[in-house]
């Protein structure tokens, strides 16, 4: 997995790409909360480069959504591949996000 | 109209390619999982999508064999079985961990944005993705088989 | 030339492709006018894919700045063309815009 | 270290490739206008970029003949004559419009957040690209000379 994040005032866009299972779902959560630690709570993640995505990325996916909707941000998806997609309905977890084309609609709909 | 002709043999009665692994549980085996259920789908025919359905499905298996069963303890192992027919997949896991049995786990709903639960999405992704999934506990071992005998049609 | 309008809630992205001379701007400014009737005052213009820029329509592009900084808007440049932005700097104008790297920037800026 | 050696011809006096086109003065007219000008610039071996700036100064100046000096009224025309040797183009710009010397018109500066004056930019561009700008009123017609005899380095 890489996990590549690209700042901007309002909003912070996280690109993810390769394998999220158990194995690296704790890379994405430690740098999602190191970003929230730095005040951050508006985010578009970026799934196109996503190959596999399992329940446990999925769960930081929901704990981060959680956490950021609190405090007034919210964490939206982009661009998801095939695969993130199939995921996340399998899951039944997608009447929870706000899902967009491409990072630019992402990002304007902050 | 009827003919005299004798059925052609039941999909049951054609070989089955069987490729059985074992792995540690560890999470890092993960990717090796997938590539062994994508070798077995690729046999039976199925398309990129199934396929990659079909691993989901065995990854959250395995995923809670290692989470859940072993609870992360040293030495355990997780054996992966599968048995590919044409149009026809058969995963069986088999853990020395214990007794568990997921079907008897009650199904969680689709989430909602007043309902966010998070636990149980391992077991509704199998089920989603498999036509059977069967339980039996054989000695000191769980053995989990997953079926999968159609196209997926997406979720 | 071509103009291919991409309305968000907070900006409108507004690409311009092709040759802006005399013979073209009167249509960029036509198109631009119209969005600022709907009310829109926040401007992304996506200038990757100009070809040529006379002064007919830098103009047209200073005039519409004016208007949109009045009602508290902006209109911003991303992912210029080589030609695009040695026009804006022959003509002295690039010390008026703010500038962007990508679409994706410019619409975060807002 | 002087040498008896006698210097080289200079490079004026090799022969110029001339092409001479004339235009209906009409914005529409204003793509072949650069089409001449990069043609007549690639036979001068100069870069796409330096081109361009000479394709965006000749614009300028016809954009000016069409729109000022012409005001609109049919029927106007106007001449574009290039001259290249390598190395160094000449764009010479003759129409019938009244005498019209933008050799002598204020250069504009660099417009600032406080100051976006609009007017006068296309004079500017032509001065910033062309080494040298030369105007005469020869009879009933305006001459505009630009040269351009070294490489663009940019803004
Ligand atoms: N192999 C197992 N051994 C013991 N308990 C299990 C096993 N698999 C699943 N469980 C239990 O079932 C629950 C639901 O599993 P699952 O749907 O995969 O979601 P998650 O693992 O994200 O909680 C787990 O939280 C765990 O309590
Ligand atoms: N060929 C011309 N005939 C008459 N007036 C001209 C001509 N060219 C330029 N001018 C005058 O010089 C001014 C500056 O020209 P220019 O720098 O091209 O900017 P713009 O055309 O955008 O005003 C014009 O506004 C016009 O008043």
């Given at each position: 997995m890489e996990i590549k994040t690209q700042p901007y005032e309002r909003v912070t866009v996280v690109a993810v790409e390769g394998r999220v299972d158990s194995a690296s779902a704790g890379d994405l959560e430690a740098e999602l909360k190191r970003l929230i630690e730095e005040g951050k709570a508006s985010f578009v993640l970026?799934?196109?480069?996503?190959e596999f995505l399992s329940s446990s990325g999925l769960r930081v996916l929901v704990t981060t959504l959680k956490t950021v909707r609190k405090a007034g941000g919210d964490l939206r998806l982009a661009a998801m591949s095939q695969r993130a997609s199939d995921a996340i309905e399998l899951a039944g977890l997608d009447p929870l996000f706000k899902t967009y084309e491409d990072r630019e609609a992402a990002v304007a709909s902050f | 109209m009827r003919t005299a002709k004798q059925p052609s043999p039941?999909?049951?009665?054609a070989t089955a390619e069987v490729s059985r692994q074992t792995f540690?549980?560890?999470?890092?085996?993960l990717r090796q999982v997938c590539e062994s259920v994508r070798e077995a789908a690729s046999l039976c025919g199925f398309d990129e999508r199934t396929s990659y359905a079909c691993q989901l499905a065995t990854c959250e298996a395995v995923e809670n064999v290692i989470q859940?069963?072993?609870?992360?303890?040293?030495g355990g192992q997780v054996t992966v079985e599968t048995r590919a027919r044409p149009g026809d997949l058969v995963v069986e896991i088999v853990d020395d961990a214990p007794p568990f049995d997921p079907t008897s786990y009650p199904l969680v709903s689709d989430a909602s944005p007043d309902d966010m639960?998070?636990?149980?999405r391992g077991i509704l992704m199998i089920h989603r993705v498999m036509d059977d999934v069967h339980y039996e506990r054989r000695g000191n071992k769980n053995h989990l088989r997953l079926t999968k005998n159609r196209a997926f049609t997406g979720a």
């Open positions: 970026d799934l196109s480069g996503v | 039941p999909s049951e009665a540690p549980a560890e999470s890092e085996q859940h069963g072993y609870r992360g303890a040293a639960q998070v636990g149980g």
